[in-house]
């Protein structure tokens, strides 16, 4: 009892919670991790931790292709994803598959200074900024200088393809620029402004008198903004859509005739990640009430709002989200409070399928919207999210 009091006192010295979701914490709130201190695994979750990792990472590894590309090689990004999962490791198959998958994203890479691969006929052409973010993002995370100057020409490509013009998509990020219609939405703005954000120290080695690349960060701010449902929205108020033209999540619509763009966990998370990565401050009501629709909404049995569509998506943006957050605890129902890292990694490690062909592990998801009945995709996912729980 008196260890749960000292833990809520100083959750709400530190917590930028509003004061509603404080006034439902009681003097009977325990945390569900006991194991081991506030956002740290206990010894024995750890291990299990890392040895889910260590089966993905086996099972990824024999799945690699002939080229050194995992899964649609049209598209570098589903490689990068295995790249940096692989970077953060020291699996004993990284020596082996790391170069023969750097070769291929290097392979991947435009005069233009994007890294994709054109696909004719395609809506959104070969999802150049998509592709581009996240393998710059993934170039960088190997700490090999051999690639600055491929990182710097994807730097200068990205912030060309930030959208500017007098409409609703001004300051965000689309799938194509080339495609020549204003089109941006919240996730590839998120790719846009991680990648941006997480290799802006790669400038400083660029070679004199040759122009430094970046975005405008307060229109990018004002566009994730734009994405954010407004405090007069009853229970969508905080959370994020993927756009206004297709929300993803369908809309609702009060007793007024308003329509609302429903919000829903895997854009909240990224509207949220989005917001910090623009360097707009914790205390801001954007990102407070942000993290205060996720905590109104905490589950890991689903993607809120979306059900098992972007399952595996929402769990490695909630991670990457709470972890730049800087919060180790999410109030939920009944006063609990969620030590988020031990909850999220529990259920991961439990959901792992192994493959007995090679004693490797994978995640799936059996509802295939957004390519994740794709097992390489979802099994990256996961490493990612599970390497941030450690």
């Given at each position: 009892?008196?260890?749960?009091?000292?833990?809520?006192?100083?959750?709400?010295?530190?917590?930028?919670?509003?004061?509603?979701?404080?006034?439902?914490?009681?003097?009977?709130?325990?945390?569900?991790?006991?194991?081991?201190p506030t956002g740290q695994l206990g010894v024995s979750l750890r291990n299990e931790v890392n040895a889910a990792i260590d089966r993905g990472l086996t099972w990824l590894a024999s799945k690699q292709r002939e080229d050194g590309a995992w899964s649609n090689n049209q598209y570098p990004a589903l490689t990068a994803l295995v790249i940096e999962s692989f970077a953060a490791s020291d699996h004993p198959a990284k020596a082996k598959v790391l170069p023969r998958a750097l070769t291929f994203i290097a392979s991947c890479v435009q005069p233009d200074g994007g890294i994709y691969k054109d696909v004719p006929g395609r809506k959104g052409g070969g999802l150049?900024?998509?592709n581009t973010a996240i393998c710059m993002?993934?170039?960088h995370a190997t700490g090999d200088g051999d690639f600055l100057p491929i990182i710097r020409n994807a730097r200068t490509f990205v912030a060309n393809g930030q959208h500017f013009g007098d409409d609703e998509y001004t300051g965000g990020f689309g799938y194509d620029k080339s495609t020549g219609r204003a089109y941006t939405d919240l996730l590839n703005t998120l790719y846009a402004v991680q990648a941006m954000r997480l290799t802006q120290a790669v400038e400083e080695?660029?070679?004199?008198?040759?122009?430094?690349a970046d975005i405008d960060w307060g229109e990018a701010a004002t566009y994730i903004s734009k994405m954010q449902n407004p405090s007069d929205t009853g229970d969508d108020a905080g959370g994020f859509f993927y756009n206004p033209t297709d929300p993803k999540a369908g809309t609702t619509t009060n007793a007024a005739g308003t329509v609302t763009f429903r919000s829903y966990g895997s854009m909240t998370y990224s509207g949220l990640l989005a917001l910090i990565y623009a360097d707009?401050?914790?205390?801001?009501p954007r990102v407070r009430s942000a993290f205060d629709w996720c905590a109104r909404h905490w589950s890991l049995e689903e993607n809120p709002g979306m059900g098992a569509q972007g399952l595996f998506f929402f769990y490695n943006v909630l991670t990457r989200s709470l972890d730049a957050y800087g919060q180790d605890l999410v109030p939920a129902e009944a006063g609990t409070l969620i030590d988020w890292r031990s909850a999220l990694a529990q259920r991961l490690v439990s959901n792992q399928k192994v493959d007995p062909d090679t004693g490797g592990g994978y995640w799936i998801n059996d509802t295939g919207r957004f390519w994740e009945n794709d097992p390489i995709l979802a099994t990256a996912y996961t490493i990612l999210a599970l390497q941030l729980t450690l």
């Amino acid at each position: 009892m008196q260890h749960s009091v000292v833990l809520i006192a100083a959750f709400a010295l530190f917590s930028p919670l509003s004061p509603i979701l404080l006034n439902g914490l009681s003097a009977e709130a325990t945390v569900t991790a006991k194991a081991a201190p506030t956002g740290q695994l206990g010894v024995s979750l750890r291990n299990e931790v890392n040895a889910a990792i260590d089966r993905g990472l086996t099972w990824l590894a024999s799945k690699q292709r002939e080229d050194g590309a995992w899964s649609n090689n049209q598209y570098p990004a589903l490689t990068a994803l295995v790249i940096e999962s692989f970077a953060a490791s020291d699996h004993p198959a990284k020596a082996k598959v790391l170069p023969r998958a750097l070769t291929f994203i290097a392979s991947c890479v435009q005069p233009d200074g994007g890294i994709y691969k054109d696909v004719p006929g395609r809506k959104g052409g070969g999802l150049s900024n998509y592709n581009t973010a996240i393998c710059m993002t993934a170039l960088h995370a190997t700490g090999d200088g051999d690639f600055l100057p491929i990182i710097r020409n994807a730097r200068t490509f990205v912030a060309n393809g930030q959208h500017f013009g007098d409409d609703e998509y001004t300051g965000g990020f689309g799938y194509d620029k080339s495609t020549g219609r204003a089109y941006t939405d919240l996730l590839n703005t998120l790719y846009a402004v991680q990648a941006m954000r997480l290799t802006q120290a790669v400038e400083e080695s660029r070679p004199k008198g040759e122009q430094r690349a970046d975005i405008d960060w307060g229109e990018a701010a004002t566009y994730i903004s734009k994405m954010q449902n407004p405090s007069d929205t009853g229970d969508d108020a905080g959370g994020f859509f993927y756009n206004p033209t297709d929300p993803k999540a369908g809309t609702t619509t009060n007793a007024a005739g308003t329509v609302t763009f429903r919000s829903y966990g895997s854009m909240t998370y990224s509207g949220l990640l989005a917001l910090i990565y623009a360097d707009v401050s914790r205390d801001d009501p954007r990102v407070r009430s942000a993290f205060d629709w996720c905590a109104r909404h905490w589950s890991l049995e689903e993607n809120p709002g979306m059900g098992a569509q972007g399952l595996f998506f929402f769990y490695n943006v909630l991670t990457r989200s709470l972890d730049a957050y800087g919060q180790d605890l999410v109030p939920a129902e009944a006063g609990t409070l969620i030590d988020w890292r031990s909850a999220l990694a529990q259920r991961l490690v439990s959901n792992q399928k192994v493959d007995p062909d090679t004693g490797g592990g994978y995640w799936i998801n059996d509802t295939g919207r957004f390519w994740e009945n794709d097992p390489i995709l979802a099994t990256a996912y996961t490493i990612l999210a599970l390497q941030l729980t450690l």
